[in-house]
């Protein structure tokens, strides 16, 4: 089993440009979840899916749209990138909603100039 | 509003000590906080989870202990070694979110 997959690892933007970020697990979990990581806040949750066919706001959406594509499938994306969206982003799956532990993927480091 | 805190950004210990990590929160009651390990470069993997009603739990070389009326978890590494060198985060349970603290840095020097 693979877990968690997440590309690209690495990606550097333009300001304005827009970029879809990828990811799938291979563990039938029923949902998954986005996060931002940035130095000294932690992570922060920016969308989720508590199962196939929804989509729900988590802390800090603005600037995001989501896609729940199929039960594997859970992509992130950034319309019009700003500098202020520079950060490493984790995708995560867990079982169902509720205490459940969440498996991450290995993150994207982005980069916004 | 709420707020997690992990008790240091940074903890430096000798191999072999105890090393004692800590997560206060404010203004919630959580139904289970987890504890998860973070390496350089790489995504959080999960240890631990106590529900409100445990007081302790243990793995191995890790106890994990809840006191809902201090609103603290304190998460214990015994027999530290080097390879227990990581980022430890605390996540709560916060309305059906789950809400993680910044995390604290430990080192453990042979």
């Known amino acids: 089993n693979a877990g968690v997959t997440q590309t690209p690892k690495f990606q550097v933007l333009k300001t304005g440009q827009s970029m879809t970020l990828q990811c799938a697990q291979d563990?039938?979990?029923?949902?998954m979840y986005w996060y931002r990581q940035d130095p000294g806040m932690g992570l922060r949750l920016i969308y989720y899916?508590?199962?196939?066919?929804?989509?729900d706001k988590g802390e800090v959406p603005n600037g995001y749209n989501v896609s729940r594509l199929n039960k594997r499938e859970f992509s992130l994306r950034l319309e019009s990138a700003a500098p202020s969206q520079t950060s490493v982003y984790f995708c995560?799956?867990?079982?169902?909603?509720?205490?459940?532990?969440?498996?991450f993927g290995p993150g994207t480091r982005l980069t916004v100039t | 509003s709420q707020k997690i805190e992990q008790n240091s950004e940074a903890l430096n210990i000798q191999e072999g000590k105890t090393a004692t990590l800590t997560c206060n929160y404010t203004?919630?009651?959580?139904?289970?906080l987890q504890w998860y390990r973070q390496d350089p470069g790489r995504g959080p993997v999960f240890l631990l989870l106590?529900?409100?009603?445990?007081k302790e739990k243990r793995k191995e070389r890790l106890k994990v202990t809840f006191d809902t009326t201090l609103k603290q978890s304190l998460f214990h590494i015994t027999a530290s070694q080097p390879a227990d060198s990581a980022t430890y985060l605390c996540?709560?349970?916060?309305?059906?979110?789950?809400?993680f603290g910044a995390g604290t840095r430990l080192t453990v020097k042979p």
């Open positions: 106590i529900r409100e009603n445990e």
């Open positions: 899916s508590a199962s196939e066919g929804t989509t």
């Open positions: 203004n919630y009651s959580p139904a289970y």
């Open positions: 995560a799956s867990s079982e169902d909603r509720e205490s459940y532990e969440q498996y």
């Open positions: 996540a709560l349970d916060m309305v059906g979110d789950m809400r």
């Open positions: 563990m039938n979990h029923n949902s």
